[in-house]
């Protein structure tokens, strides 16, 4: 937005600045991981905890919850994990929702014991639901997924169970940079 007045007396006009896509793609972002401003676009967005987190009150989350940067357990009944939803993109690097997934306690405590472990990727995989709100699509807590384990060091890679939600889709056939820009449009720049 800018706000604009001719003279001190006068109100402010206040008007929404429009970008076009060029010029969204020549804008670049302030990385919140390393403070740093970068010229490309993001690959890659995510949540810092599951949307279950924020609802437990600030004054009670030291009680009630645990949560790193892989794992979030909540009055030791509820368990998530942390994993990558990616999606391919034309002619490019592939898109990345880091995205947060709730999965029974037996899934967890078998991960939790695995995790170290090299033959960990021979487990099959786990079902979960999306625990994170991505505000580009419709609705996505609750989603169903699969839970793929990677080699030791990477994160699990996310798989959304078929369903007519548009992520499903985005995720089974790919997207174009045009759809890279609307997010960075969207999260970024809020347009």
């Known amino acids: 937005y800018q706000a604009t007045r001719s003279n001190k007396k006068d109100e402010w006009k206040i008007i929404k600045i429009e970008y076009s896509e060029e010029e969204i793609k020549e804008m670049g972002f302030l990385c919140s991981s390393c403070g740093e401003y970068h010229k490309n676009l993001p690959f890659a967005y995510g949540a810092d905890a599951p949307f279950q987190y924020s609802k437990v009150p600030k004054n009670e989350l030291d009680k009630r919850c645990e949560l790193n940067d892989d794992i979030c357990i909540i009055d030791g009944k509820e368990f998530f994990i942390k994993g990558n939803l990616?999606?391919?993109v034309e002619d490019n690097e592939d898109f990345s929702w880091n995205v947060w997934v709730q999965i029974p306690e037996q899934d967890f405590k078998r991960m939790e014991e695995m995790w170290e472990e090299e033959n960990r990727i021979l487990d099959k995989p786990y079902l979960g639901k999306l625990s994170?709100?991505?505000?580009?699509?419709?609705?996505?807590?609750?989603?169903?997924?699969?839970?793929?384990t990677q080699n030791v060091?990477?994160?699990?890679?996310?798989?959304?169970?078929?369903?007519?939600?548009p992520l499903f889709f985005e995720q089974e056939n790919g997207i174009t940079m045009d759809r890279v820009t609307s997010f960075a449009k969207q999260i970024l720049y809020g347009h």
């Open 86 to 88: 990616f999606i391919k």
């Open 132 to 148: 994170t709100q991505l505000d580009v699509y419709s609705d996505t807590l609750d989603l169903q997924v699969k839970v793929y």
């Open 153 to 165: 060091g990477y994160r699990p890679k996310i798989e959304v169970i078929e369903t007519s939600h």
